[in-house]
């Protein structure tokens, strides 16, 4: 089993930082495929769609029978360690930070015993070969995807060990940064960090006051610290990164602002300028002022920076009229978010993205079931830290407009403005 | 130069006539007003700058700034209210240069806006005020000194300024007695305070709700709020300038406001 971690000790000053170093980034057009399904947490590999044959590596036509019509396909990952090594040396700069480096060669399970060979990275709980082996394709620090081999079964402190953590986010003894604590979403987020350990969380607090009974009870957990935090103003945002920017391992960003409408529902702009102040320019406010400290310290030991989250919704991917001008909010903070993405991705910091359909609140009170509880959002928030994936789209409403999206988004467009949704 | 003014250049230059600066820095954080959350917002203030002496503009600095016309220290014209929307010059545009000075009366509450933050000045508190200070003459700015700034002057502590609980505003105000008195029997020029508003933070359950906007507004009269430095005001026989932005049809405008001081 895995040593369970422990609280790193603190940070000598007078040793320089290391900076932040990225394992091969450069995938072919084919392998991102790949890396696209472990976005969302699934091992997906080509099948020939004429021979059946499972490809790996990833690959333009069949490598049995050259066909051109390889589907990516979900893969339960059971296969068989054949050979293991350990790497003393490498000339990549990011290995060279980590060695000694364990891999294995893994058979994978196949009806037709023609399973693909793959050279996996090795969980540490993982023996000798030859042994049974679950793989999963996670997302490393350049944020693609890499074939880690797990134990077939869960071991104690599984997500304590070092080169499983590699890639993961998990916000245990990390500290971390939730944007606004006045909601019952960002109350319950904090509650959900605590519970996985997170060593210091500080919670944002704008306009003190209107009062937010929640959050006085945030004050009960010795790990919260209350900060005066005000997205739509840089001076605050400023302020507070200048305080506390050298330090925040992951940022959660729960800061929204939701008015239903659209359009023709007023006969100003003020609403909608109020929630993209929140939703867009509130994350590049917050991209601004904390991203350049994150990047630097995204290789800071044990508790490095890791991730920024956001709270986004399902209404970014299609506009939900009755809602719309806050779907147009959202669909803005989706674009930042890939642009966020790509900066901080540069140092290895994770930006996850979550896509909820209606949260049972206040502004979707006349909405009908089902709406997402501010807990469900807040443990599949940390579960993608756990998970170290970059997208997820909690609840059924989520999952449902994903689904029909992914088949084709101009039939989710046409479904949406015929209100068949 | 008239003689007169010439001895008010003489005074100030001289320090005989001192300014007061009754207003309150604008600032991101100055607390902005609050409404029920589905109804429209007053944006507080925001200020960016547009170059500070880098490569956006290299020799100059500036900002961009935004804010509703009733944020920070502020002024209310007639228009504001339902009462005062069909009056003529009625709004901050239109309203008569001649209003720009007033002299003023302060009424001073801070005793009793220590003791109760609902306190409620009354027209009997305003007679017996002038029992002792005499009338309060036609046109003049009334002041309601409460010591409510020094939450943010003092303590910056906007909460405390603000004082909300689960009922709402717990701010001093006048009554629609006081309101109607000064109204009709004074025909003041308007009211000022050091709150956020010129009615009480529980003026909603006054009947009407909000008297003092809707009858000072209803007569053409003026609303000041979030005012500073009443301490340092006489209580009688300082000169109030106070001239709002020229907001073309503005219910109201962020300004600065002064006061002519004559040493004794």
């Not at chain 1, 088949?407 to 015929?418: A, D, H, S």
């Amino acid at each position: 089993m895995a040593n369970p971690l422990n609280r790193p000790s603190r940070k000598n000053p007078i040793v320089k930082t290391r900076l932040p170093t990225l394992p091969p980034t450069t995938r072919g057009r084919f392998a991102l495929g790949l890396t696209a399904a472990a976005t969302e947490g699934r091992f997906e590999l080509q099948v020939c769609a004429d021979c059946g044959a499972v490809q790996y590596p990833p690959r333009e036509a069949c490598n049995q029978c050259l066909s051109v019509e390889l589907k990516w396909t979900p893969q339960s990952g059971a296969g068989e360690l054949i050979a293991t090594t350990v790497l003393h040396h490498s000339n990549d700069l990011f290995y060279r930070d980590r060695m000694p480096w364990r891999i294995g060669m893994v058979r994978l399970d196949a009806a037709n015993d023609k399973g693909p060979s793959v050279v996996a990275h090795l969980h540490g709980d993982v023996g000798e070969a030859p042994s049974r082996v679950r793989l999963t394709a996670r997302l490393d620090r350049s944020g693609q995807a890499v074939i880690y081999a797990l134990p077939e079964k869960e071991t104690p402190n599984m997500a304590d060990d070092p080169q499983y953590r590699e890639t993961t986010c998990d916000p245990k003894f990390r500290k971390v940064l939730v944007t606004d604590g006045k909601t019952a979403l960002g109350q319950a987020v904090v509650k959900a960090l605590a519970a996985a350990g997170a060593d210091l969380i500080w919670v944002g607090q704008a306009e003190p006051w209107k009062m937010s009974p929640g959050l006085d009870k945030l004050r009960e957990f010795p790990q919260v610290a209350i900060v005066p935090l005000d997205v739509t103003d840089a001076d605050s945002v400023n302020k507070l990164a200048a305080e506390i920017g050298g330090k925040v391992d992951i940022v959660v960003n729960t800061a929204e602002l939701h008015r239903s409408g659209g359009i023709g529902d007023r006969d100003n702009t003020d609403t909608a300028r109020r929630e993209m102040d929140v939703n867009y320019f509130g994350l590049l406010r917050l991209g601004q002022s904390f991203g350049g400290a994150m990047k630097f310290r995204a290789a800071d030991g044990q508790s490095s920076a890791v991730a920024w989250v956001n709270l986004l919704s399902i209404y970014a991917l299609s506009n939900f009229a009755p809602h719309g001008t806050y779907s147009a909010s959202k669909a803005a903070a989706l674009s930042l978010s890939q642009c966020l993405r790509t900066e901080l991705g540069a140092a290895g910091v994770r930006v996850i993205n979550v896509f909820p359909g209606p949260i049972d609140d206040e502004w979707n009170q006349l909405l009908p079931p089902p709406k997402l509880g501010a807990s469900v959002v807040a443990s599949a928030i940390v579960k993608a830290l756990k998970d170290g994936v970059e997208d997820v789209y909690p609840g059924d409403v989520a999952q449902e407009w994903l689904t029909k999206y992914r088949e084709n988004p101009k039939v989710l467009e046409l479904e949406l403005r015929g209100g068949g949704m | 130069m008239s003689a007169l003014l010439n001895t008010l250049a003489t005074a100030l230059s001289g320090g005989n006539v001192r300014i007061v600066d009754l207003t309150q820095t604008l600032s991101p954080d100055f607390p902005a007003i609050v409404l029920p959350p589905e109804m429209g917002q007053s944006q507080p203030f925001r200020q960016e700058a547009i170059s500070k002496y880098d490569d956006r503009g290299p020799g100059w600095y500036w900002n961009n700034f935004t804010l509703g016309e009733h944020t920070g220290t502020h002024f209310d014209a007639p228009i504001h209210w339902v009462s005062g929307r069909d009056l003529p010059n009625n709004a901050v545009d239109t309203m008569p240069a001649a209003h720009f000075m007033a002299p003023a009366c302060v009424l001073d509450c801070t005793k009793e806006s220590a003791e109760n933050p609902d306190f409620l000045l009354t027209a009997e508190w305003i007679k017996a005020w002038e029992a002792k200070h005499g009338q309060i003459p036609k046109g003049a700015w009334v002041l309601m000194r409460t010591g409510w700034s020094k939450h943010l002057t003092d303590r910056n502590d906007a909460v405390a300024y603000q004082n909300m609980d689960a009922t709402g505003q717990h701010t001093p105000g006048p009554d629609t007695e006081a309101v109607l008195f000064l109204v009709k029997e004074r025909d003041v020029i308007g009211f000022g305070t050091e709150t956020i508003g010129t009615d009480a933070g529980q003026g909603f359950h006054l009947k009407p709700p909000y008297p003092c906007h809707y009858y000072m507004h209803g007569a053409g009269k003026y609303g000041l709020q979030c005012l500073t430095n009443l301490d340092q005001l006489p209580t009688t026989g300082a000169m109030i300038v106070a001239a709002p932005l020229k907001l073309r049809q503005g219910s109201g405008s962020p300004l600065r406001v002064f006061a002519l001081v004559e040493e004794a």
